[in-house]
DNA sequence: AGTGAAATAGTCCGAGT
DNA sequence: ACTCGGACTATTTCACT
């Protein structure tokens, strides 16, 4: 990956819907050439789509939580992610290093609906819970600067 | 929240990139009254903006963590956001209910990236940390269902 | 809030370097 | 891999319902 490729991936990723053309005033290059380059990130999955940024507040869904999940049975077969993608609520399930097996964000309405939420998971999952409750968010979805070549990478701000 | 409007959120959500026409087409408005909907979602704060889903291995940071963190001070002003708002790697910061105060989402290159990052944390923000690797992310930045205007909300996918 | 139409702007592809 | 140019499609605004 090329600094070029790399800009425009951050310019994307700060707004999804950004034209080709001001990619190109961006970037300094043709509005085909930039075309072309965006299309070869999707295909290589580089950039792997394009998503709105929702406020869940105003959606009915005001309340997020962690979920931390270890298997009842622990020589259980570990497809609890697939046990799992049925529930809307789930938004991202990571494989954790740790006691617990996963971590999974979700978002609901209310208590009660994390509440049946929680029982829903350890049945379809034969799984124990822990929950952390989100509070607020001071801030999500921002974008790390990509690294370099060397693997340091920055983690100062520009 | 009316029904057109959060069938319009949910489509933005999975495809940020979508055209006002095929928005249209799915809702069975005009090109017009759709662009006018989108407009105000935007200016309400119910869409936040867009982004392009980048994937982390392909530009260098393949490492994600999830990083927890309490003040050493339990008394210190809680500003702990904004002193690591600085810090590129770190994704988000939610504040939580529980033992510790806030858990970041951080993306590295490297466990010696890691390692850094988890320094430049405990001195900026005087906080001490605990953190768990993520090994696989199954899935990431599903859309949840809007719930409707019961509190309810369908934990079921459609 | 919605529609339709017209002007502007962006996307996308082919040919050439 | 980039540029240019042209055909096509989408965005945006406005007058009207």
Redesign the pocket.
Known sequence: MEE?DRRIVTLLARDGR???????RET??????????V??LEKRGVLRGYAALVDYDSIGLPLTAFVSIKPIDPAAADDAPDRLAHLSAVEACHSVAGDESYILKVRVASPIALEELLNQIRTAANVSTRTTVVLSTPYEHRTPEPAGEDGGGPEERA
Do not use: P
């Open positions: 070029i950004m034209s080709f053309t001001d990619l190109a300094g290059l043709s509005v085909s050439a930039v075309h072309q380059r299309r070869r």
